[in-house]
């Protein structure tokens, strides 16, 4: 139940120490896989994936677009919007 606290932490760290919201991120998500929750998996990674879009519009967009289609193969249509 932390994993939603943490992932909105570090919405906020991302604006003034993007690099420690990026790693706080990566380990949610990998916490998240290794319980079998896609969905706090996916908002980190959707998470992440705004923080990188402000450093790189491109590297942003590319996080997103793995995201959709990743959401999309397990059935998750919320997050391929």
Known sequence: A?????????R???G????AAL????TVRADAVKRGI????????????????RRSL??????IESLRADAKSR????YER
């Open 2 to 10: 932390r994993q939603p606290v943490l992932i909105a932490a570090a």
């Open 12 to 14: 906020i760290t991302g």
């Open 16 to 19: 003034g120490n993007p690099g």
């Open 23 to 26: 790693s706080s991120l990566e």
């Open 38 to 53: 896609a969905r706090v998996e996916f908002d980190a990674r959707r998470a992440a994936a705004e923080i990188e879009g």
């Open 58 to 63: 491109t590297a942003g967009a590319k996080l």
């Open 75 to 78: 059935g998750f249509a919320l």
